[in-house]
């Protein structure tokens, strides 16, 4: 996964700074971003505070160890069955 160049607190300034009646195009202009990149945070940050935000993240990061955990258990699962299917 990517990681962003701005800081939880810094999508939320420049979410707040388009909600505030500056032109959109003016804030991605101004900070570097593109339209799709500040509609893309507003709709998965949209009405967050940075709590809430690290709280999704760490979630979001457990989550993705629980899958792959859960991946590895179902490849080792499948390896002992082979193994005890072949013996007679």
Known sequence: MKKSRFKDSQILAIL???ESG??????CREQGISNATYY????KYGGMD???IAEMKS????????????????????LLKDALGKKP
Request: hydrophobic share 40%.
């Open 22 to 27: 500056v032109a959109v195009a003016d804030v």
């Open 40 to 43: 893309n945070w507003r709709s």
């Open 59 to 78: 979630m979001a990061e457990e989550n993705r160890r629980r899958k792959k955990m859960y991946a590895d258990m179902a490849m080792q699962n499948e």
């Open 16 to 18: 707040k700074q388009g």
């Open 50 to 52: 940075a709590s809430l």
